[in-house]
């Protein structure tokens, strides 16, 4: 099984832009019908309110729920920086993985906080259903758990709802007279970059993306992890860095750690050279990022650092990608009453 998975992700690299262009074709295809939105659902009303807000020094929080499938809520919050009335904001969206409390662990908060202090308006959207969050009081636990096999062998995988969760709160963040949506970039860690994959792929309102601590190579490591990770089909379209690479040369940065366990830093350089040669027909190889940091699988302050100056580059126009130090701040008790978007998660 090992060495089939290793050979589905080292297919013969295409060579010349042209055939790389029809073989994207293909992946494409595939990758929708992987995802069971092929065809996509219909885009139904959003119901969108928001339900209460926290202000902060220098940002504030608006709790958001909307339904991206009929009576089907989806909990968020929306991070707002200070600022005039009516000013545009570059958006970044940020999908969390496996946090024991989704959105409100303070690792997420962080994110969202350096974000916000930044000028950017971020969303982070809370997954679907439950998987390693244990007792905890999390939002949209309901909708079931994530890790179960049953779901991989079905048309509609965990990562299928997230994803159209999140191409639905592109639609929101439409309505949003702060939103920029000329400039909207996607970063997340672990299981929020599963969804950072699949979701860059499937979106072109995306126009960069930061996967963090996920994206290594099934050729160093044809394991995939939990089951919440497995796409049906998805080697059909190849490894994670062909993934990403249907929307080359759109930028994209990839973060690994050292010690990262399943996603290991041999894989992650791997792709990282993947995703520069397929750049490379563009004549943008150097809109394909490698950036590695001692330490384990985590979204730490120096990844998070990296990221926002990858973000002030593509969505900004501001720098050379080279890190944006973080300021200090803090971030709130993960269980604290005000955090939670509805009364009853």
């Known amino acids: 099984r090992e060495q089939r998975v290793k050979a589905a992700a080292a297919p013969p690299a295409p060579k010349t832009r042209e055939e790389f262009a029809r073989r994207r074709e293909i992946q494409r295809r595939g990758l929708f019908r992987s995802l069971g939105l092929d065809p996509l659902p219909p885009r139904t009303p959003l119901n969108a309110r928001v339900t209460g807000v926290i202000e902060r020094s ?36 940020n999908p969390h993985g496996h946090w024991e409390w989704k959105k409100q662990e303070p690792t997420v908060q962080a994110r969202l906080i350096g974000q916000a202090l930044r000028g950017y308006l971020a969303l982070v959207v809370d997954s679907p259903g439950f998987s390693f969050e244990g007792d905890n009081r999390v939002e949209r636990h309901p909708a079931g758990t994530d890790d179960d096999l049953r779901l991989v062998l079905g048309a509609q995988n965990a990562t299928s709802v997230y994803v159209w969760d999140l191409v639905r709160a592109l639609d929101y963040l439409e309505t949003r007279p702060e939103a920029d949506m000329s400039r909207v970039g996607l970063t997340g860690a672990s299981g929020g970059v599963l969804a950072t994959l699949w979701a860059f792929a ?31 089909g998805s080697l059909r379209v190849g490894d994670r860095a062909d993934v990403l690479a249907l929307r080359a040369p759109a930028p994209v940065l990839i973060i690994g750690a050292e010690e990262a366990g399943d996603f290991p830093a041999k894989g992650m350089r791997l792709s990282g050279e993947k995703l520069r040669r397929l750049w490379g027909f563009f004549g943008k190889a150097d809109d394909a990022w490698l950036r590695m940091f001692p330490g384990g699988h985590d979204y730490s302050r120096p990844m998070r650092e990296a990221a926002l100056g990858f973000f002030d580059k593509y969505l900004k126009g501001q720098g050379d990608g080279a890190p944006v130090p973080e300021p200090a701040f803090e971030t709130a008790p993960p269980d604290a009453p005000e955090m939670y978007v509805l009364p009853d998660p």
Do not use: Q, W
Request: proline share 13%.
């Open 58 to 93: 220098g940002y504030r929080i608006e709790k958001i729920v909307f339904e991206s499938r009929p009576d089907f809520p989806v909990t968020a919050h929306l991070y707002l920086p200070d600022g005039p009335a009516g000013a545009k904001r570059p958006v970044i969206v």
């Open 202 to 232: 499937a979106e072109p309102r995306f126009a960069c993306a930061a996967p963090v601590v996920y994206a290594s190579s099934y050729e160093v490591n044809p394991d995939n992890g939990c089951l919440c990770n497995h796409v049906p």
